[in-house]
């Protein structure tokens, strides 16, 4: 039986070019997880010569069952920071373990290949994969993705996107009631290497102080009927802002999210 990424086909002239983008980011992890014995390459499914990768780092045990969490990036192929993001945050829980203490934190470096590998917004079929979730769609990557959002019952969804219309960072919740105090000091650890977009509208949403708690239709998200909704954060960065300085407000916030949602945990096991 074809996996559900054998639907997807690259142009045979243009593979060698274009694969560059994803090797960038792909190769590194590959390597990081050959000599990591916490960081595991557990990819979901294959098509030709390409693939949509999913790496795991397993972090110490924390006193209970691992807490998973997922990290999407590269939904939006003209979006590589958080792609990039991704691998140092993976080089970074490497060299300090200790930061994922408790967790299972699943990377998902590029959850649209084909739009990866050419730069572009769109997937093969020109749909935003970021408005098909949980309709019913047929494009191969959601249906990966939303197999794995049920199977892996995060405790936690976190999407690096990258908005060119922005010149700070903010951020979308939703999902459990905690959501809005772990984005907060999130932004702020970010706010040490890009500024906070602090207007009142933002992407056509009311904002307060860069969070949004309204969000698109069909994005990537748990589906509204799990009985016990996960936090979702959705992070964006200012496009035109240097790659680096991007990638590091990238990992302070995920840094800090970490960081807040363990202090939550034991606050709640205490009470």
């Known amino acids: 039986m ?17 694969r560059q983008r994803g090797q960038a980011i792909l190769t590194p992890l590959q390597e990081l997880a050959s000599v990591s014995g916490r960081f595991l390459h557990s990819p979901i499914a294959h098509s030709s010569g ?4 999913r790496f795991v780092f397993v972090g110490q045990p924390g006193g209970g069952d691992p807490i998973n969490i997922g990290i999407f990036a590269g939904i939006h192929g003209d979006e590589p920071a958080g792609s990039h993001a991704l691998v140092r945050f993976a080089e970074v829980l490497h060299a300090n373990p200790e930061l994922a203490t408790g967790y299972k934190v699943f990377f998902y ?17 020109g749909k935003d994969l970021n408005r098909e979730f949980w309709k019913g769609s047929a494009e191969p990557e959601v249906q990966v993705l939303e197999n794995e959002i ?12 990258s908005d060119d219309t922005s010149d700070g960072l903010y951020g979308f919740v939703r999902g459990a009631v905690l959501t809005k105090s772990l984005l907060d000091p999130a932004l702020a650890a970010a706010e040490q290497f890009l500024p906070r977009n602090l207007q009142n509208t933002i992407d056509g949403f009311a904002a307060h102080n860069g969070i949004i708690s309204e969000c698109y239709d069909g994005i990537l998200t748990s589906p509204s009927r799990l009985e016990n909704s996960p936090f979702e954060i959705i992070l964006e960065t200012p496009q035109h802002a240097p790659l680096q300085r991007q990638v590091e407000a990238m990992i302070a916030a995920l840094k800090s999210i970490l960081a807040e949602y363990q202090r939550f945990l034991a606050f709640a096991a205490d009470i």
């Open 109 to 125: 470096p590029i959850c649209n290949p084909f739009g990866f590998e050419h730069g572009t917004r769109i997937s093969q079929s």
């Open 2 to 18: 074809r996996s559900l990424l054998d639907q997807i086909t690259v142009p045979a002239q243009t593979v060698s070019v274009n």
């Open 50 to 53: 390409r693939s949509l990768e």
């Open 150 to 161: 049920h199977s892996q019952k995060f405790k936690g969804l976190i999407s690096l996107h």
